[in-house]
């Protein structure tokens, strides 16, 4: 029945498996039309499989979530997740101001915010919306991600380092995305210009594309 099938799709989320979830997550549909949690559990699956068609899909199936639930928090941050992941910066902004509406409290209110500050370079705003994040669930990987990622921002690389230690533990990928970035994290040469630790020419602001973040 629809939740035998919402459990293993459930399972199949805690183990990544993101095509299997997505499969079971229709069938717990198929089996129970407007089931609410099957559909954003449905968008998230989509968004965690990193391709322009799952975000397109995720964006539907949130918005389907959306309709039969218009508080639903997660629903709203997997809509503007999906959107984030496409560029389409106008319709993040306004996902994602609403999970944060819906669940100021929340992890994921509080990510969403996040990135759009980063994104628009509001890096203080940044600090403090993942900070407020991991006050609420400090072993948020994604979280120490954005606020690694505001820290290098910021030019903080002593704070950014901190954030990398504690997603090493966390995750491991993760880890080496902010350490990618912090890479790049400029440094004043001989005449003046920004150029990269190694000594080459400064490369664009590794927090302002979308690739970065996997939520």
Do not use: C
């Not at 089996?31 to 799952?54: E, F, I, M, S, W």
């Amino acid at each position: 029945d629809s939740s035998w099938w919402f459990a293993r799709a459930e399972n199949d989320t805690l183990a990544g498996k993101w095509v299997d979830a997505v499969k079971d997550y229709q069938e717990a549909i198929a089996h129970k039309p407007g089931y609410v949690a099957a559909y954003v559990g449905l968008a998230q699956a989509y968004n965690n499989q990193n391709r322009p068609g799952g975000y397109r899909a995720a964006i539907v199936a949130a918005q389907k979530a959306t309709s039969l639930s218009p508080k639903n928090m997660l629903a709203y941050y997997n809509l503007g997740a999906a959107y984030y992941k496409l560029n389409k910066w106008d319709d993040a902004q306004r996902a994602f101001d609403m999970a944060l509406k819906l669940g100021p409290n929340s992890t994921e209110g509080n990510i969403g915010a996040g990135l759009m500050h980063l994104r628009f370079k509001r890096k203080t705003e940044a600090i403090k919306s993942f900070t407020a994040a991991l006050d609420i669930t400090p072993d948020s990987a994604v979280g120490r991600l954005g606020l690694g990622m505001a820290y290098v921002a910021n030019g903080d690389g002593a704070h950014a380092l901190s954030q990398y230690n504690l997603l090493q533990v966390l995750d491991a990928a993760m880890a080496s995305q902010l350490q990618q970035a912090m890479q790049q994290m400029p440094k004043s040469g001989t005449d003046g210009s920004a150029v990269n630790a190694d000594g080459s020419v400064k490369s664009k602001d590794p927090t302002k594309t979308s690739e970065h973040w996997p939520i």
